[in-house]
């Protein structure tokens, strides 16, 4: 069983910046695909980024390509998600995800095993 617990959500101006952090539980952190996703209300869930065991892959949806960041520290049990020039379209609720056992990136939700409760994102306009 793996625990995430996401954090850094909250309300910011459209423009700006935060940096959400998934701290996963585990001695093999290392050996999970992670991944970073939201959903909005009404709207389903949607991908937003991924990343491979090591950093060295990572994939992105086009909505946030050259806005958002996905990264990973594998010291730290921690994948992060820099996003920048936020548009209020990105307001949703942020969940991280991951897959034990395999290299990635994975793209969709369906490939990953284990969730964390979500942080809310609100960008204003």
């Known amino acids: 069983q793996v625990q995430l617990v996401e954090s850094g959500g909250g309300l910011v101006q459209a423009g700006g910046s935060l940096r959400l952090s998934c701290a996963a539980s585990g001695r093999t952190f290392s050996s999970y695909a992670m991944g970073w996703f939201r959903q909005a209300p009404g709207k389903e869930r949607e991908t937003v980024a991924a990343?491979?065991?090591?950093?060295?892959?990572?994939y992105y949806a086009d909505s946030v390509k050259g806005r958002f960041t996905i990264s990973r520290d594998n010291a730290k049990n921690t994948v992060y998600l820099q996003m920048n020039s936020l548009k209020p379209e990105d307001t949703a609720v942020y969940y991280c995800?991951?897959?034990?056992?395999?290299?990635?990136?994975?793209?969709?939700?369906?490939?990953?095993?284990?969730w964390g409760q979500g942080t809310q994102v609100t960008v204003s306009s």
């Open positions: 995800a991951c897959r034990p056992g395999t290299i990635g990136p994975k793209r969709y939700a369906e490939e990953y095993t284990y």
């Open positions: 990343i491979s065991l090591t950093g060295a892959s990572t």
